[in-house]
């Protein structure tokens, strides 16, 4: 089996994990007495820990290679899901978020940055669309399994049929050492005393890129955060909830499958950009839907909106990373998604509980317009390019 192919499988059976205990975690949040401002908060435990330690797990990626930090990280996811079995508690929630976020955070940077390690130019480009698919399929399983889940043997019981899903690729990287390349081949960067973060943030095109990186992470967990609390508020079972998030995963397959061919006829900005606009009117329309058809419909295209961007936007930071510091740049991009995480539960939350749903997707509808616009910059840039 081809190495991507390998860190694939890996990577679906531990995101599966991850992204169904997000859906878990709000809804025994709710069926334990949660409002709405902390089902907010514990959403933003899972991004407060990952913030501050993102560049932090970037270098440890570039000097020490991948095996050891995504081998912590899902020790870490496995720990975390099995608490709220033992302790079904509130507080437990917010335990298990911090764990499982904090110790995560060091495998999602290591395997971004080994698949762009593992080839260049165009099979670069092939490899991050078949690890995005990859993740796209946990963004279907991880939703609908936790919510059939729930309602078969209950929110406990979840806990522990999620943590079994982090054990088998634990064991392949703890006793299988050919599993994952050496790390040789990949260029270090400069040396602790000579490595400074903020020099990478003058550099104006990679700063681009995080800005929208964390812009289309905003509108990805809004939608996690959001439609849990909607879909709970106008009476829908946790298996339609599931279901909705699933026509979401569906829709980022479908989009991940052509998004190669889309950039190989135009190029991964212009591409970018036009699903960014598709995005943002799905958000001017969906806090008006109140019935499962209708909601799993939008869902569907808002997938298709936002699903070119996690792939691309880690495609750019890595293109655009310094030699030696593509790890780093990698966990700046984590940085950037993880502190819109950490605003917004607080800020979303807020509204939603005072205003309603309407202006929290018209505002995301107004970031997603930013994103837009700062990727114009960079289509104009390569169209004087090319008429030189």
């Known amino acids: 089996m081809p190495v991507v192919f390998r860190v694939i499988l890996l990577s679906v059976l531990s995101h599966t994990a991850f992204k169904g205990s997000k859906v878990l975690l709000s809804l025994s949040a709710l069926e334990m007495g949660a409002n709405d401002f902390v089902v ?7 991004a407060l820990l990952p913030l501050l330690l993102s560049v932090y797990a970037g270098q440890i990626s570039d000097r020490i290679g991948f095996r050891k930090p995504m081998l912590f990280g899902m020790a870490g996811l496995f720990l975390g899901l099995s608490l709220p079995l033992f302790w079904q508690r509130i507080e437990m929630l917010f335990v298990a978020a911090a764990l499982m976020s904090a110790c995560y955070i060091f495998y999602t940077v290591s395997v971004q940055h080994l698949i762009g390690a593992l080839a260049d130019g165009l099979e670069r480009t092939r490899n991050y669309s ?11 399983l991880g939703p609908t399994t936790a919510g059939f889940l729930i309602d078969a043997i209950g929110h ?3 806990f522990g049929a999620l943590a079994l899903l982090p054990v088998i690729p634990m064991l392949l990287l703890a006793f299988w050492r050919g599993w994952l390349p050496p790390t040789s081949h990949v260029p270090r960067g400069p040396g602790k005393s000579e490595r400074r973060t903020f020099d990478l943030l003058r550099n104006q095109p990679l700063r681009r890129a995080l800005i929208v990186a964390g812009i289309i992470e905003t509108a990805l967990e809004l939608f996690n955060l959001m439609l849990p609390i909607y879909g709970h508020r106008i009476g829908l079972s946790a298996s ?16 991940r499958v052509l998004m190669p061919h889309l950039v190989k006829r135009s190029s991964e900005e212009r591409v970018l950009g036009v699903s960014l606009l598709l995005a ?30 996690s792939p691309l936007s880690m495609l750019l930071a890595y293109n655009r990373a310094p030699e030696g510091r593509s790890g780093e740049a990698m966990g700046l991009r984590q940085m950037a998604n993880k502190g819109t995480e950490v605003l917004v539960p607080f800020v979303f939350g807020t509204l939603s509980a005072a205003f309603g749903m309407v202006p929290v997707f018209w505002l995301d509808a107004a970031l997603l317009g930013i994103a837009a616009h700062l990727l114009r910059g960079d289509i104009r840039s390569q169209s004087l390019t090319h008429k030189k």
Do not use: D, E, K, Y
């Not at 907010?40 to 899972?46: E, K, M």
């Open 40 to 46: 907010g908060l514990l959403f933003a435990t899972n």
């Open 156 to 158: 406990r019981h979840t």
């Open 240 to 255: 339609q909830i599931g279901l909705i998030l699933g026509a979401f995963g569906c829709a980022l397959l479908i989009v």
């Open 280 to 309: 943002l009117t799905v958000c001017l329309v969906f806090p008006f839907l109140t019935s499962f058809a209708a909601l799993a419909v939008m869902s569907f295209v808002l997938g298709l909106g936002l699903g070119c961007g």
């Open 130 to 140: 078949w690890f995005s698919l990859g993740i796209a399929l946990t963004a279907l």
